[in-house]
Every structure is written in structure tokens, then in C-alpha cells.
Nanobody, 122 residues
Framework: VQLQASGGGLVQAGGSLRLSCAAS????????MGWFRQAPGKEREFVSAIRWSGGRTYYADSVKGRFTISRDSAKNTVSLQMNSLKLEDTAVYYC????????????????WGQGTQVTVSS
């Protein structure tokens, strides 16, 4: 499985960005796809996840109500719509596929994209 994340960039606080993650190789099938982020000097943290089968979604409290995760089965992509961005959302964002079902821990995700930088300015 290869994951390719895109869509990052520079945006002012209050603005929006949409991240996408395209998969090649084996399909997502019944797996859980997640987004994590890592700011400088901080550990990688869970942002959001979606069950490929059924589409149930999960969010970190810090992004709930502002971010929306979705999947497109036909295109084999997972997206993260980020609205009302805050300075503290600045980080490198990674998409990943879980190898252990639903998890909020990076260690349970065995496949990772290369990361895309999101910078929120004041």
C-alpha cells in the first residue's frame, strides 16, 4: 500500500484547506484510515479516522466541529476538510492506514503517506 497526501499549504487563521490521500496497491477494503499531525517538537497526534466500510468517523476533541473526514470508494481517496483553521493547527499532516482496526495511536498504523505541511498564519 502506498499513500500519497496532498493539499497542504499556507492559510490565514479562520481559513480552510482540504487535504487528500490517494492510495495505490491494495485497496482500503475494511480498514480504518486516519489523519495524524505533528508539530515541531511535539509528538505525532491523532486528528481523525474513518472506517472504510460504513464510513463511521472519529475526531480528536481539538478539531471536532471544524474538520470533516470523508472517503471516496471509487477513487480510493480519503479527504480531510479543515475549516476555521487556528494557529495551533499548524503541523505536518499524515494520512495512514491502520493495521489494528480503530485506533487513536500512531503505532497502530502500519502504512503512512509522506506528509503535507499545513501552516496557519495570523
Amino acid at each position: 500500500v502506498q499513500l500519497q497526501a496532498s493539499g497542504g499549504g499556507l492559510v490565514q487563521a479562520g481559513g480552510s484547506l482540504r487535504l487528500s490521500c490517494a492510495a495505490s496497491g491494495r485497496t482500503f477494503s475494511s480498514h480504518v484510515m486516519g489523519w495524524f499531525r505533528q508539530a515541531p517538537g511535539k509528538e505525532r497526534e491523532f486528528v481523525s479516522a474513518i472506517r472504510w466500510s460504513g464510513g463511521r468517523t472519529y475526531y480528536a476533541d481539538s478539531v471536532k466541529g471544524r474538520f470533516t473526514i470523508s472517503r471516496d470508494s471509487a477513487k480510493n481517496t480519503v479527504s480531510l476538510q479543515m475549516n476555521s483553521l487556528k494557529l495551533e493547527d499548524t503541523a505536518v499532516y499524515y494520512c495512514a492506514r491502520s493495521t489494528s482496526g480503530l485506533s487513536y495511536y500512531a503505532q497502530d498504523y502500519g502504512y503512512w503517506g509522506q506528509g503535507t505541511q499545513v501552516t496557519v498564519s495570523s
